[in-house]
């Protein structure tokens, strides 16, 4: 189960950020008034309210979302999230978010995003399975291969995901492997779709390290988060010769100038005491301390909106990677375009979940199953591909790596929404 990595609630609106973002570009591409309003809107907004039994004999209504944002290059994807924070807004952002992802590295899918109002940790297994299910059933209207297909975000797991898939099967009479990915791989996930996230950001690192020619080996990292995304970069940056100097979860986090050393032991502390600074000798750290560390390379792999207008220009890393989705406001992202910092953007940089998930899917569809080597072999091509187009853009454009990657992704849908026209 990953959770949310910081305590703090952003103080931005993620939905306003990312129209904001996306409204920067729609002036760059002279998109006309028509097309802007149908890409600022969501298209589908689903509300549900409803009766979990708790495990004590009370019942207690949760709220839960799934928005739709746009389906015009395919049927929609996108994670579930259960946060205590889940607002529609936020749920409506990462939708929008997933739009662009999906569309950047080129994959046949618009963008979806839900969310549950709960914190996870608060419920027993048998109350979480019942949440899940119930959840699942109320967006069963929604949700199938063809349409919409969640996966895991913040706070649910594979096992979620096979919850919910056993819970539309059952309503259909068959087995549907392909309506969820990020499934246990015994009932049809992909192999390698746990470390995705995680590898996907590593790709993106090799790829910054050697467009802005420097070493990847040697270099200091700090990680904002210790969910999946933050544990599994770390790992793999670790094993691909970077220096972890920091990580941190909710709890705050542990910095050591020379390097953490084992990841597992750190991962095993967190296990066993259930936050990262307990019980390690490193310095602890607030997260807002890690931000500002004297780094290399700085991975966001938390919250939307840790890196603000009032934080940013404190920031000291020449290279961000954005493992989490919308880490970084417009303000900030001003700031840090001035401060000359290279950022590799939540879209492109955190891609590699969803790219395996569409492997998963595929797979799935045809019943077929790859080995992990051919899994990470393709995400490679696909995240390879993805950053050489997004630079070929900047280069050509003088922007910012986010400004060419929503170039590259508005473009791709505005064009979809062009050839197939208007209905009816
Ligand atoms: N929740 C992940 C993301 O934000 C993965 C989504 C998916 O695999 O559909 O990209």
Redesign the pocket.
């Known amino acids: 189960m990953t959770n949310a990595s910081v305590a703090e609630r952003p103080a931005s609106n993620a939905f306003e950020d990312a129209l904001r973002q996306f409204d920067a570009v729609a002036d760059r591409l002279g998109l006309d008034a028509g097309m802007r309003d149908i890409l600022r809107h969501c298209k589908r907004e689903f509300t549900v309210n409803f009766p979990v039994q708790m495990d004590d004999g009370s019942v207690r209504v949760f709220t839960g979302y799934r928005v739709h944002h746009n389906e015009a290059r395919g049927p929609v994807?996108?994670?579930l999230r259960y946060s205590a924070n889940v607002t529609l807004d936020e749920v409506r952002a990462?939708s929008m978010?997933?739009t662009w992802?999906c569309a950047v590295a080129n994959l046949p899918y618009g963008g979806a995003?839900g969310g549950v109002i709960v914190d996870p940790r608060t419920l027993s297994k048998r109350e979480l399975e019942r949440l899940t299910r119930r959840f699942a059933a109320e967006i069963g209207l929604l949700i199938g291969p063809d349409e919409d297909?969640?996966?895991?975000?913040m706070g649910t797991d594979a096992q979620v995901m096979a919850w919910i898939m056993d819970t539309y099967s059952m309503m259909h009479g068959h087995s549907v492997p392909a309506v969820v990915?990020?499934k246990p791989v015994t009932i049809g996930g992909s192999s390698g779709r746990v470390e995705a996230?995680g590898r996907g950001v590593l790709f993106a690192t090799q790829k910054a390290c050697a467009y802005r020619g420097v070493p990847l080996a040697g270099a200091s990292v700090a990680i904002q988060g210790f969910g999946n995304v933050g544990s599994t970069a770390a790992k793999l940056l670790d094993d691909a010769g970077a220096k972890i100097v920091a990580v941190s979860d909710t709890n705050g986090g542990i910095y050591k100038p020379d390097g953490l050393g084992d990841i597992d032991a750190i991962l095993a502390l967190k296990h066993e005491h259930g936050f990262v600074p307990d019980g390690h000798p490193g310095e602890h750290i607030s997260n807002a301390d890690l931000l500002e560390l004297p780094v290399d390379i700085l991975v966001p792999a938390a919250l939307e909106g840790q890196i603000h207008a009032r934080n940013a220009d404190r920031v000291r890393a020449p290279m961000i990677v954005e493992g989490a989705?919308g880490p970084t406001t417009p303000e900030a992202d001003a700031i840090l375009d001035e401060k000359g910092v290279f950022v590799v953007p939540d879209i492109l940089a955190?891609?590699g979940?969803?790219v395996?998930?569409y492997f998963e899917w595929v797979q799935d569809l045809q019943s077929f199953f790859w080995e992990e080597d051919e899994v990470n072999a393709r995400l490679r091509r696909i995240i390879d591909r993805a950053f050489d187009e997004v630079t070929a853009i900047r280069d050509a454009e003088s922007c910012t790596m986010r400004e060419a990657a929503y170039m590259l992704a508005v473009r791709r849908v505005v064009e979809a929404t062009q050839v197939r026209g208007i209905f009816p």
């Open positions: 994807k996108g994670g990462l978010w997933m992802k995003k297909v969640p996966a895991p975000d990915t990020g996230p989705n955190n891609a979940g969803v395996v998930s």
